[in-house]
């Protein structure tokens, strides 16, 4: 396990839920001590012949990521666990994966010449979560930075510095994620580049974090 320059260990957690239960997940989450997270839209498939007849195999899911410390995580999941009782079958599905370093309000991030004696990955994913229609700003530091691409997912979020009420109602704000998928070696400087430009170590402004891959295929250099 790799650790943050500040000792701690983190960690994503990674939830697949029916629709509409998402912002569910997140509520019980923060009640645990995550400071918030990010759903996007997705489908699952289903392997039943009634549905298929009737031509409803693609059912609607929502996908939240979080990110906590790893003791924080582990009761996080505990509990959701329990109150959406994903033993059952159709109730979900839940994660987590190491996390290589991240930058929220503060930055947070072990680089090569930190990890000498561990392995290295060939490649990192970098994610960032930022508001609606800074994702291009996301792109261009990242190019600038050495970056070759990236993807744009559309997502809403639901931080402590983003929930809104209208009418005694939680407003989600939409959100955008970019994904990309840098070299190692480019990782710290685009990771850097994104942070400087948007503002990331400010409350609110978005959140980055960095995963290992372990194998690619259909990259070209």
């Given at each position: 396990?790799?650790?943050?320059?500040?000792?701690?260990e983190?960690?994503?957690?990674?939830?697949?839920?029916?629709?509409?239960?998402?912002?569910?997940?997140?509520?019980?989450?923060?009640?645990?001590?995550?400071?918030?997270?990010?759903?996007?839209?997705?489908?699952?498939?289903?392997?039943?012949?009634?549905?298929?007849?009737?031509?409803?195999?693609?059912?609607?899911k929502?996908?939240?990521?979080?990110?906590?410390?790893?003791?924080?995580?582990?009761?996080?999941?505990?509990?959701?666990?329990?109150?959406?009782?994903?033993?059952?079958?159709?109730?979900?599905?839940?994660?987590?994966?190491?996390?290589?370093?991240?930058?929220?309000?503060q930055?947070?991030?072990?680089?090569?010449?930190?990890?000498?004696?561990?392995?290295?990955?060939?490649?990192?994913?970098?994610?960032?979560?930022?508001?609606?229609?800074?994702?291009?700003?996301?792109?261009?530091?990242?190019?600038?930075?050495?970056?070759?691409?990236?993807?744009?997912?559309?997502?809403?979020g639901?931080?402590?510095?983003?929930?809104?009420?209208?009418?005694?109602?939680?407003?989600?704000?939409?959100?955008?994620?970019?994904?990309?998928?840098?070299?190692?070696?480019?990782?710290?400087?685009?990771?850097?580049?994104?942070?400087?430009?948007?503002?990331?170590?400010?409350?609110?402004?978005?959140?980055?974090?960095?995963?290992?891959?372990?194998?690619?295929?259909?990259?070209?250099?």
């Open positions: 396990m790799k650790l943050s320059s500040d000792g701690k983190f960690e994503l957690i990674c939830f697949v839920v029916n629709f509409g239960v998402g912002s569910k997940v997140i509520k019980l989450a923060k009640q645990c001590g995550i400071s918030g997270g990010t759903i996007f839209l997705g489908r699952g498939t289903v392997n039943n012949p009634i549905l298929k007849f009737l031509d409803l195999t693609d059912i609607r929502e996908i939240v990521l979080m990110l906590g410390e790893k003791s924080t995580a582990e009761y996080a999941l505990e509990v959701i666990n329990e109150k959406l009782a994903l033993h059952k079958p159709n109730h979900g599905i839940a994660f987590t994966c190491m996390v290589r370093g991240y930058v929220g309000r930055f947070s991030f072990r680089s090569e010449q930190e990890s000498r004696g561990a392995e290295i990955p060939m490649y990192h994913a970098i994610y960032t979560v930022v508001d609606r229609g800074k994702a291009e700003e996301v792109m261009e530091a990242a190019t600038q930075a050495g970056s070759r691409g990236g993807t744009i997912i559309n997502a809403r639901s931080g402590i510095h983003e929930t809104h009420t209208l009418f005694s109602m939680a407003i989600e704000p939409e959100k955008e994620i970019v994904m990309i998928l840098a070299e190692s070696k480019t990782t710290e400087a685009i990771v850097t580049a994104i942070r400087n430009e948007l503002h990331i170590n400010e409350p609110g402004n978005g959140i980055i974090f960095v995963l290992d891959v372990t194998q690619t295929y259909g990259l070209r250099q």
